[in-house]
C-alpha cells in the first residue's frame, strides 16, 4: 500500500492537489493519508472523495484557507468556527465515513506533545490540526487543548511509516533563497517557515519518495488570490520528476 504525508504551509498547501492530481495521473492512489495543519484540511477533502481539481474548487468557493490569512482582534483570541461551517458542507461526519483512512496531526498544547487522530468526529480534528497557536482559541476536545499540528510536527509521516510499503512525503515549505524582506510580514513567515523545517528532518528520512516543489519559494503562504499558480506549481513539478521518483 502506498501512503501519502501531506505538510502544513498555509496557501501553499494548495500544491499538495497538484502534486495528488500528477500522481493519480500517473496511476499513483494513496491507500492512505495523513496531513498537517493546510495538508490535513487538503487530505481530508481527497480522503472524501473529491478529486484534486474539486478540491482547489472548494478551496477557491468557500475561501478555507484564508485563516492562515494572520488577523488579530482586540477582542483576544479569534473563534477557528467559521472554518467548521465551511467544511462541513463537504466532509462527512466522522473519520469512518471517509472513502480513503486519513490521519490529522495535532499538538497538545498543555503536554507539548503530538497526537494522530484518525478515528471519531472528523471536523474537530481537521479543525484542532489547523488551529493557529495565538490567533485561535485551542480546540478543545475530550478535555484537551490542541493547536497546530505543525507546531511539533510539520510532516506526519511516522504514524503511516509501518502501514505503507511506499511513503511519500509532500512539502509545500521549501527555504530556497530570498534576497529581500519586504516588510514585517514577510520576515515573520520567514521565520515561521525556517522553524517549520526544523522539524520536518527526521519525518523526511522515513519517506520513499519526498516531492517539494522549489518553486513554492516565491509564493507566500498568506495569498489565496494565487491558487490557480500554486497548484499549477505543484502539478508542473511532479509531472516533470515523476520519473525520477523511486516508487516501489
Do not use: W
Amino acid at each position: 500500500m502506498i501512503g501519502i504525508a501531506l505538510s502544513g504551509g498555509g496557501a501553499r498547501g494548495i500544491a499538495h492537489l497538484g502534486v495528488l492530481k500528477a500522481l493519480n495521473e500517473a496511476g499513483i492512489r494513496p491507500g492512505i493519508v495523513s496531513g498537517t495543519s493546510a495538508g490535513a484540511i487538503v487530505g481530508a477533502l481527497y480522503a472524501a472523495g473529491h478529486t484534486p481539481d474539486e478540491c482547489l474548487n472548494i478551496i477557491r468557493k468557500t475561501n478555507a484557507l484564508a485563516i492562515f490569512k494572520p488577523s488579530f482582534s482586540i477582542k483576544g483570541l479569534l473563534s477557528i468556527d467559521k472554518l467548521a461551517k465551511l467544511l462541513g458542507q463537504y466532509l462527512p461526519a466522522t473519520f469512518a465515513e471517509l472513502t480513503i483512512p486519513l490521519m490529522a496531526a495535532v499538538t497538545e498544547i498543555n503536554q507539548g506533545e503530538t497526537e494522530y487522530f484518525h478515528q471519531g468526529e472528523l471536523l474537530p480534528a481537521i479543525l484542532a490540526s489547523s488551529c493557529i497557536p495565538v490567533i485561535f482559541k485551542p480546540v478543545v476536545i475530550k478535555g484537551h487543548n490542541y493547536v497546530d499540528g505543525g507546531l511539533l510536527n510539520n510532516l506526519p509521516a511516522e504514524p503511516l511509516r509501518p502501514l505503507v510499503q511506499t511513503l511519500i512525503g509532500v512539502s509545500c515549505n521549501p527555504a530556497g533563497y530570498v534576497a529581500r524582506l519586504a516588510n514585517a510580514k514577510a520576515l515573520m513567515e520567514r521565520s515561521a517557515l525556517l522553524a517549520i523545517n526544523g522539524n520536518t528532518g527526521r519525518s523526511k528520512a522515513l519517506c520513499d519518495v519526498f516531492i517539494e516543489p522549489p518553486g513554492l519559494v516565491h509564493y507566500s503562504g498568506f495569498n489565496l488570490a494565487q491558487a490557480g499558480q500554486i497548484f499549477a506549481e505543484g502539478y508542473k513539478y511532479a509531472t516533470k520528476n515523476m520519473a525520477n521518483f523511486a516508487f516501489a
